[in-house]
T-cell receptor, first 117, second 114 residues
Framework: AQKITQTQPGMFVQEKEAVTLDCTYDTSDQSYGLFWYKQPSSGEMIFLIYQGSYDEQNATEGRYSLNFQKARKSANLVISASQLGDSAMYFCAMREVPIYNTDKLIFGTGTRLQVFP | ETGVTQTPRHLVMGMTNKKSLKCEQHLGHNAMYWYKQSAKKPLELMFVYSLEERVENNSVPSRFSPECPNSSHLFLHLHTLQPEDSALYLC?????????????FGNGTRLTVT
């Protein structure tokens, strides 16, 4: 079963507008972490923001915020005041509590965001 | 030098060649990973090393052979690859055992098998 679902293959947003990228996840663990990464066309994966399952406040990092709704198992990324440089692939990922030191991030299929002037 | 460095950035190899991908991290992390990224597919975890021991191998064909000589270096040895192995190979490191520790990725090696 897919653990991370990103239902938007592509999104368009006008410069200076806000955009929400959707992510839902599936886990039976109580303790887990949720991450968002940005991948520009150059290929590197850039860590943006983290939300822990026990965090009561939604995470924020500059123009990025995470709309965390635990009961719905969703962790949507909100980018405020979009810039042309935000055009990239965006990946949602989940890290479950490691067992026997096995430790990994599971990724969704990604959303391609295009910001236009 | 900081972060995670991967070499080479691009690699073209024939199906009978043997080559190696190299990854080095300068972050003091104790876990390293190889991921494969193909077009229109989620990132696929290939191998996980924690404290230099391989702790996960996700049913990867034996033509891919990882090596982790110490906590800072990770290699992926390639031999007799197939055209469908063409992909972006990403190395990452993290502080293992901590749910809130993000993976830090290298720039990847773009592999083309001819």
């Amino acid at each position: 079963a897919q653990k991370i679902t990103q239902t938007q293959p592509g999104m368009f947003v006008q410069e200076k507008e806000a955009v929400t990228l959707d992510c839902t996840y599936d886990t039976s663990d109580q303790s887990y972490g949720l991450f968002w990464y940005k991948q520009p066309s150059s290929g590197e994966m850039i860590f943006l923001i983290y939300q822990g399952s026990y965090d009561e406040q939604n995470a924020t990092e500059g123009r990025y915020s995470l709309n965390f709704q635990k009961a719905r198992k969703s962790a949507n990324l909100v980018i405020s005041a979009s810039q042309l440089g935000d055009s990239a692939m965006y990946f949602c990922a989940m890290r479950e509590v490691p067992i026997y030191n096995t430790d990994k991030l599971i990724f969704g299929t990604g959303t391609r965001l295009q910001v236009f002037p | 030098e900081t972060g995670v460095t991967q070499t080479p950035r691009h690699l073209v190899m024939g199906m009978t060649n043997k080559k190696s991908l190299k990854c080095e991290q300068h972050l003091g992390h104790n876990a390293m990973y190889w991921y494969k990224q193909s077009a229109k597919k989620p990132l696929e975890l290939m191998f996980v090393y924690s404290l230099e021991e391989r702790v996960e191998n996700n049913s990867v064909p034996s033509r891919f052979s990882p090596e982790c000589p110490n906590s800072s270096h990770l290699f992926l040895h390639l031999h007799t690859l197939q055209p469908e192995d063409s992909a972006l190979y990403l190395c990452a490191s993290s502080q293992g055992g901590r749910t809130n520790s993000p993976l830090h990725f290298g720039n990847g090696t773009r592999l083309t098998v001819t």
